[in-house]
């Protein structure tokens, strides 16, 4: 079969990782996007894009239809579905085969078997797969049910048969509220999935989750890639995954190993798939295929050596599995982390944003990551907040475990909150590096791993304090000198803020004010902080990393500036307060009435006014288009354009700050 341009019908960053593995392969790329993504990553790497649709999932990358005719008009021959959208739609698959495309999955039938987890796991159950001790019957009536679960034994799982994501997914400890934990469920689940079906399983209360790479080819052949481990779960949906299964002993692994691919050929599975199992001491129980190639992969990938999007496409094409069973290396260890757009002291609210500041681990040794964004790009409410995978593989566990947690120390997102310091408490956990896993390890372990926010410390201070008095050097060298505006990095010696021997600089954090005096030294300052007077010197290198010498003691940091809001990171932990600036503090006392906002999410298309320009009150300052029509901006009043926080062709979010007008003195 002939595969030589290949559609992706997904975004972010499993498009992008698919098409690299495409490109390497001499097989050209084809890429959709919504028209959200205009400009998206995926969109650019791709050899050409087509637009299939506005915004929102259901009327672009889940339209069946607008993908086809993309693939049609393209001239592709094969469509990568990615994971989620429509990756596990058997229509879908369908859809591909019947307009003679090929679908990079496994048959229509084999998704429509695994797509019911009730079905499933009878035919598990008849393949002699073991399963956890339940009941996945067609009979739905409420008062079997409740027997059910009395045979079963309390405590007890109620699931969405159609479930998916966790929802739909209650646990009920004795028989009085099972009635209610059954209503809800049904609920969740026709909600979710327009399906009220229900399943009920043994709720195992210490288990691991432990899941099974499997290929299948269009020959006969059916291998597994070992496991992988997805215990470390907040409210059942995974955090950290890694491979190989910590402790797993050999000949429990060749039988699990055994058990998924059995599952598969039950199915008659053809490509990638991942048959979970959950784990209490010496039992393994089947829980669900997925069918698809699964956001986890790259550990996987890291302890085989294998690429598993080559294998996927190598079968696409008829081609045998590259490897037999027995040539399946497991070398090393590997973890991987999911880096979320997502506020861990709000109760892990997805975040909606731009991201004003971006450095991903990409230059950490055994590191890999996968990012479908990069810094400028918004993350929307549209699709899912994930911001990037972030994987480290090692020789063996602990040193894949270090470099996970360097990795995190070195990643620095500005603009929106993420869960990364919850990931990095995860990695520096004790219980983490004693491999001491199951599902429950994040409620177990919340206090440590979500502490509550100490106001700024001194260090934190210091540091946003310093970066201030560079950066105003900075600005007053320049304009001394206007030949050379870029010149001294440094501090200007004998360069004084007003003339004078100190300057106060206030902060503000969590809605406390911090005044910090800075005494003007021939070096740099000291700092008059709430422990005490600091000596403080640094320099600002090119790449913006603050070399800094706190009481003589070196370190290195960075403070990213967006608007007023300072984040500073620093030996691996960051940190943001807020810079009460004096000079605009009049403005930002009126709110957001003084602040020159994105009136709704766009795109920049015109900037006509320079940083320092005068304006006088109308004066045109920005245009952004949004919905096709443009927005100018004007100034509200006579003032002075102090900073520009866009380009044109960046994408505001509304609300999001445009520029900031000085008051003229
Ligand atoms: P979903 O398809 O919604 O993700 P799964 O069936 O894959 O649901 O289960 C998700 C997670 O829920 C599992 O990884 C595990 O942590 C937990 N879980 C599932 N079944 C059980 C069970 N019988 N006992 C305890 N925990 C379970």
Known sequence: MSLRKL????????????????????????????????????????????PIGPAPARESYLRIDA???????????????GYGFLSENAEFADACVNAGIIFVGPPASAIRAMGSKSAAKALMEKASVPLVPGYHGTD??????????????????IKASAGGGGKGMKVVNVAGEFADALASAQREAKGAFGDDRVLIEKYLTRPRHIEVQVFADTHGNAVYLHERDCSIQRRHQKVVEEAPAPGLPPERRAAMGKAAVDAAKAVGYVGAGTVEFIAEGDGFFFMEMNTRLQVEHPVTEAITGQDLVEWQLRVARGEPLPLTQEQIPLQGAA????????????????QVGRLDHLRLPVDVPGVRVDAGVRAGDSVSIHYDPMIAKIIAAGTDRAEAVGRLAAALAATEVVGLATNRTFLAAIAGHPAFAAADLDTGFIARHAADLLPMPEPADDRTLALAALSILLEEARVSAAAADPADPFS?????????????????????????????????RPNGFVLDLPGGPLPVEGTREADGTLAARLAGVRLKARVVRSGMKLTVFAGGTERAIDFVDPRVASIDATGTAGRLVAPMPGTVIRIAVEDGQEVTKGTALVVVEAMKMEHTVTAPRDGRVAKLHFSVGDLVDEGAELLVLEELN
């Open 7 to 50: 559609l992706v019908a997904n975004r972010g960053e499993i498009a992008v990782r698919v098409m690299r593995t495409a490109k390497a392969m001499g097989i050209a790329t084809v890429a959709v996007y919504s028209d959200a993504d205009a400009r998206a990553l995926h969109v650019e790497v791709a050899d050409e894009a087509w």
């Open 67 to 81: 993908i086809l005719e993309a693939a049609k008009k393209s001239g592709a021959d094969a469509i990568h579905p």
């Open 140 to 157: 739905q009536d409420p008062t079997l049910l409740a027997r059910e679960a009395d045979r079963i034994g309390y405590p007890v799982l």
């Open 335 to 350: 973890i991987e982390v999911r880096l979320y757009a997502e506020d861990p002291q709000r109760d892990f609210l997805p």
């Open 488 to 520: 001294p990095w440094g501090l200007a010696p004998g360069w004084r803020l007003n003339r004078a021997a100190h300057v106060d600089l206030t902060f503000s954090d969590q809605g406390a004010r911090i005044a910090v005096r800075a005494h003007y």
